[in-house]
């Protein structure tokens, strides 16, 4: 079993940057696949990104190719999402997860707001 804690989310202007950080608990992060998804009021969660548990495979939501990018430190037993030229549509509650072994995240986060002003 793993627990996850988000950290990083905040306010920024439009075309700002910002860096979610997930620490996971467990010695067995390594074999995760870790993923970021988001859900703002009144709109279903949303996969923002993935990555696998050798980083050899990342993923993305169409909204945000090419602005955010998704990284892991097994050493550090965290997963960071890096977003770039943020946009308002952009604000959300940002939630880590994880799965093993199976095709749904079965480990979630509390998630992080991340607000995004124009």
């Known amino acids: 079993q793993v627990q996850l804690v988000e950290s990083g989310g905040g306010l920024v202007q439009a075309g700002g940057s910002l860096r979610l950080s997930c620490a996971a608990s467990g010695r067995t992060f390594s074999r995760y696949d870790m993923g970021w998804f988001r859900q703002a009021p009144g709109k279903e969660r949303e996969f923002v990104a993935g990555?696998?548990?050798?980083?050899?495979?990342?993923s993305y939501g169409d909204s945000v190719k090419g602005r955010f990018t998704i990284s892991r430190d097994n050493a550090k037993n965290t997963v960071y999402l890096q977003m770039n030229s943020l946009k308002p549509e952009d604000t959300a509650v940002y939630y880590c997860?994880?799965?093993?072994?199976?095709?749904?995240?079965?480990?979630w986060g509390q998630g992080t707001q991340v607000t995004v002003s124009s």
């Open positions: 997860a994880a799965r093993y072994s199976t095709l749904e995240y079965n480990y």
């Open positions: 990555i696998n548990w050798r980083s050899s495979s990342t």
